[in-house]
């Protein structure tokens, strides 16, 4: 499986395929997957906190990224970053 490095950038589509840069800002293992926080490159470069849209990605087993399915496995991937972001 691939690993992402923190401050890694990519190019992912939104829902109307308009492409945007994201940033890893940071990466879990969490019951058997792995999840990445990423956030727009765009939002990183204004250094202000509290407007930057953090988005929870799941890592498929080709290392593409995935979208969290349920409200339970985003829940619980989101309190396990908010811990992982407080340290």
Same mark, same amino acid.
């Given at each position: 499986?691939?690993? %992402?490095?923190?401050? @890694?950038?990519?190019?992912?589509?939104?829902?109307?395929?308009?492409? $945007?840069?994201?940033?890893?800002?940071?990466?879990?293992?969490?019951?058997?997957?792995? %999840?990445?926080?990423?956030? =727009?490159?765009?939002?990183? $470069?204004? $250094?202000?906190?509290?407007?930057?849209?953090? =988005?929870?990605?799941?890592?498929?087993?080709?290392?593409?990224?995935?979208?969290? @399915?349920?409200?339970?496995?985003?829940?619980?991937?989101?309190?396990? =970053?908010?811990?992982?972001? $407080?340290?």
């Amino acid at each position: 499986m691939k690993s %992402y490095e923190i401050g @890694e950038i990519f190019t992912i589509s939104d829902d109307s395929d308009e492409q $945007q840069e994201v940033e890893v800002i940071a990466e879990i293992s969490l019951d058997d997957s792995d %999840y990445v926080a990423v956030s =727009f490159v765009e939002d990183l $470069q204004k $250094q202000t906190t509290e407007d930057i849209d953090i =988005f929870f990605l799941k890592i498929d087993e080709d290392g593409d990224f995935d979208a969290i @399915e349920s409200d339970e496995e985003f829940d619980k991937v989101s309190a396990a =970053f908010d811990e992982l972001l $407080q340290e």
